[in-house]
């Protein structure tokens, strides 16, 4: 069974940084692409980054980039978010997400940066 847990979050001032992570277990981790949304209050889910296999592609929301990096380890089933110069903006709950035959997403972390 897939199993996606995230960790890492929490609060954080205005500029500051933080690093989630994504755990990933059940799967053949190497094989697949992941991602990172995201979802503020009162606001629909949006895709922040994604990653494809080991030296494939990288993308980001407008939003983000060059403030996040996304990366992974494949000895570790892991996928990293790392959040630098963050903004009040950037204050939601924080999904990874794994498409195998069908979306499996970790049960999210909050994230929240204060003015």
């Known amino acids: 069974q897939v199993q996606l847990v995230e960790s890492g979050g929490g609060l954080v001032q205005s500029g500051g940084s933080l690093r989630l992570s994504c755990a990933a277990s059940?799967?053949?981790?190497?094989?697949?692409?992941l991602s990172w949304y995201r979802q503020a209050p009162g606001k629909e889910r949006e895709l922040v980054a994604v990653i494809v296999r080991v030296g494939g592609a990288i993308n980001y929301a407008d939003s983000v980039k060059g403030r996040f990096t996304i990366s992974r380890d494949n000895a570790k089933n892991t996928v990293y978010l790392q959040m630098s110069s963050l903004k009040p903006d950037d204050t939601a709950v924080y999904y990874c997400?794994?498409?195998?035959?069908?979306?499996?997403w970790g049960q999210g972390i909050q994230v929240t940066v204060s003015s």
């Open positions: 997400k794994m498409v195998l035959y069908r979306e499996y």
């Open positions: 059940g799967v053949t981790f190497s094989k697949y692409g």
